[in-house]
């Protein structure tokens, strides 16, 4: 078993390739990649993995893009009320 020290991610993102290449050996971010299906593995092993994402899908200071459902006029109008509701307003 790898030490928390080499449990490393490294994410490459050239401008020509439409996707992103993420290695890594951190079991936390190996269950998450496998449990999203914006990822697909690439290669595993026993203590790492290597997966692929859509670049349109990833932001390199941010991590994952999320994911948005539209809203109608009625939802936005109850969202809304609800922040102003929990800011004391």
């Avoid at 951190?26 to 990649?33: C, F, Q, S």
């Avoid at 496998?34 to 990833?58: C, G, H, M, N, W």
């Avoid at 200071?61 to 009320?81: H, I, S, T, V, Y």
Wanted: avoid cysteine; hydrophobic fraction near 35%; glycine fraction near 6%.
């Amino acid at each position: 078993m790898l030490t928390k020290a080499e449990q490393e991610t490294v994410v490459r993102d050239d401008r020509d390739d439409p996707l992103v290449y993420i290695y890594t050996a951190n079991p936390t971010n190996i269950r998450r990649a496998k449990a999203d299906s914006r990822f697909t593995l690439v290669r595993e092993d026993a203590e790492s993995a290597q997966f692929t994402i859509p670049r349109v899908q990833f932001n390199i200071l941010g991590g994952l893009k999320r994911r948005r459902k539209p809203m109608d006029e009625a939802q936005r109008k109850a969202a809304g009320e609800r922040l102003a509701k929990g800011r004391g307003k």
